[in-house]
T-cell receptor, first 113, second 117 residues
Framework: KNQVEQSPQSLIILEGKNCTLQ??????????LRWYKQDTGRGPVSLTI?????NTKSNGRYTATLDADTKQSSLHITASQLSDSASYIC????????????FGTGTRLQVTL | NAGVMQNPRHLVRRRGQEARLRCSPM?????VYWYRQLPEEGLKFMVYLQKENIIDESGMPKERFSAEFPKEGPSILRIQQVVRGDSAAYFCASSPPLWTGRTTEAFFGQGTRLTVV
């Protein structure tokens, strides 16, 4: 069964600090992995998308890594801002099933003063 | 180019009524996906449609739920005889045709929050 697990479930950090969110998956055969940011009451917004051959990808202060061998990904947020407070969702797509993305339950990040 | 538009944003229905949720994909997108997000849970795939065709409805409950994406107009997710357990956020996403050769990206709407009372 395709599954995506994220940790931690929730996280509180001070503004300006860095943090790393983890994602483990068992989706097979693997096609791509995406990280989405979902603000409360809004739809998910894509941060990064990585295919099998990509190890790292950055989008501003967000850097995602992918280890296809261990089936792990991380999202590193640098110099956090209050606006980073949101849920961060790891989503994995299997080859040939572009229609079905397997979503993690997300990590709720709260950035405080 | 407007994003994926969903309406209404909030919908309240009494048990037994019908709920109709609308989704207008981004311009140029011919693929629509519906997802359901229960409180404290991740998004769950429901159905994948192209214009006038249901491609994959493996995530749809067998009864009371239906979806369509007509040649003209938005995609509609219809829930008949709603029950309290149908209360959730329903998200629509759209993507361009899969034959573009690129890794497809799906863009999400803001969701419709259905509350059944």
């Amino acid at each position: 069964k395709n599954q995506v697990e994220q940790s931690p479930q929730s996280l509180i950090i001070l503004e300006g600090k860095n943090c790393t969110l983890q994602c483990n998956y068992t989706v097979s055969p693997f096609s791509n992995l995406r990280w989405y940011k979902q603000d409360t009451g809004r739809g998910p917004v894509s941060l990064t998308i990585m295919t099998f051959s990509e190890n790292t990808k950055s989008n501003g202060r967000y850097t995602a890594t992918l280890d296809a061998d261990t089936k792990q990904s991380s999202l590193h947020i640098t110099a956090s801002q209050l606006s980073d407070s949101a849920s961060y969702i790891c989503v994995v797509s299997a080859t040939g099933t572009a229609s079905k993305l397997t979503f993690g339950t997300g990590t709720r990040l709260q950035v405080t003063l | 180019n407007a994003g994926v538009m969903q309406n209404p944003r909030h919908l309240v229905r009494r048990r037994g009524q019908e709920a109709r949720l609308r989704c207008s994909p981004m311009k140029g997108h011919s693929h629509v996906y519906w997802y359901r997000q229960l409180p404290e849970e991740g998004l769950k795939f429901m159905v994948y449609l192209q214009k006038e065709n249901i491609i994959d409805e493996s995530g749809m409950p067998k009864e009371r739920f239906s979806a369509e994406f007509p040649k003209e107009g938005p995609s509609i997710l219809r829930i008949q005889q709603v029950v309290r357990g149908d209360s959730a956020a329903y998200f629509c996403a759209s993507s361009p045709p899969l034959w573009t050769g690129r890794t497809t990206e799906a863009f999400f709407g803001q969701g419709t929050r259905l509350t059944v009372v």
